[in-house]
C-alpha cells in the first residue's frame, strides 16, 4: 500500500511557467488537501476537496487552482509561476472533512521558482 | 485571527523528558493533533485530544486543557531518533485544521 504519493519529489522552474504537481492516494479516501510549508509559518492550506468533484478554497488559494475528476487524483496547478511560490507543498487525505479526521500526508513537493 | 502559539526550539538530553506546549485561539474547536515531522519528510500523526486530561500512548503524551486554550506534548526517555519538528494543529468549525509553525525539538546526547 502506498498511501499518498506525489510527483514531481523537486523542480525548479522559470517565473511565468506553467506547472502541475501531481497527487495521487490509494486508500479511498474521501477529503483531500494541498498545503504548502515555509520556514517559520505554519502549515497553510491552499485548496480542498471533500469528495470527488467538489473542490474549496483554503487560506492561500490565490495563484493556485484544483481540480478532482476522481477519488483518487487531486492535482494542484500553478497557471504562471511566481518566485513567492517557491515552498515545499505537501498533498494530504482523510477519510472525511466534516469530522476532525487524521490527514495522512504524501511526501511533499519541493518547489523553486526563479 | 485565529492563532496557534508554540516555541521554536527546544532542546533536551537523550533519556530525559521533555513538554512542548502549545496555545490556541480559535474559531471553534473540534479537537487538537500533534504530528511529527523529521527534517526534510512529511508530517506524521502522533495524537488526537478532544477532552480534557490526558491521552497516554507509550513514550508519548498528550495533554488538552479547553478552558485555557492550551495543550502539551510529553516526550519520556527521549530517544535522538526523536530529534524532529513537532507541529501542533487545531481543527476549527469548519473541521480545517489550523497549523501552529512548529516547535524543533533537538535532543543532545
Known amino acids: 500500500i502506498a498511501g499518498i504519493t506525489q510527483a514531481p519529489t523537486s523542480q525548479i522552474l522559470a517565473a511565468g511557467r506553467r506547472m502541475t504537481l501531481r497527487c495521487t492516494q490509494d486508500m479511498r479516501h474521501n477529503a483531500m488537501y494541498w498545503y504548502r510549508q515555509d520556514l517559520g509559518l505554519g502549515l497553510r492550506l491552499i485548496h480542498y476537496?471533500?469528495?470527488?468533484?467538489?473542490?474549496g478554497k483554503g487560506e492561500v488559494p490565490d495563484g493556485y487552482s484544483v481540480s478532482r475528476a476522481n477519488t483518487d487524483d487531486f492535482p494542484l496547478t500553478l497557471a504562471s509561476a511566481v518566485p513567492s511560490q517557491t515552498s515545499v507543498y505537501f498533498c494530504?487525505?482523510?477519510?472525511?472533512?466534516?469530522?476532525?479526521?487524521?490527514?495522512?500526508f504524501g511526501p511533499g513537493t519541493r518547489l523553486t521558482v526563479l | 485571527g485565529q492563532n496557534i502559539d508554540q516555541p521554536t526550539e527546544m532542546t533536551a538530553t537523550e533519556g530525559a523528558i521533555v513538554q512542548i506546549n502549545c496555545t490556541y485561539q480559535?474559531?471553534?474547536?473540534?479537537?487538537l493533533f500533534w504530528y511529527q515531522q523529521h527534517a526534510g519528510e512529511a508530517p506524521t500523526f502522533l495524537s488526537y485530544n478532544v477532552l480534557d486530561g490526558l491521552e497516554e500512548k507509550g513514550r508519548f503524551s498528550s495533554f488538552l486543557s479547553r478552558s485555557k486554550g492550551y495543550s502539551y506534548l510529553l516526550l519520556k526517555e527521549l530517544q535522538m531518533k526523536d530529534s524532529a519538528s513537532y507541529l501542533c494543529a487545531v481543527s476549527d468549525s469548519n473541521y480545517q485544521l489550523i497549523w501552529g509553525a512548529g516547535t524543533k525539538l533537538i535532543i543532545k546526547p
Open positions: 476537496s471533500n469528495t470527488a468533484g467538489t473542490t
Open positions: 494530504a487525505s482523510s477519510e472525511s472533512q466534516g469530522s476532525p479526521d487524521t490527514q495522512y
Open positions: 480559535t474559531s471553534g474547536f473540534n479537537g
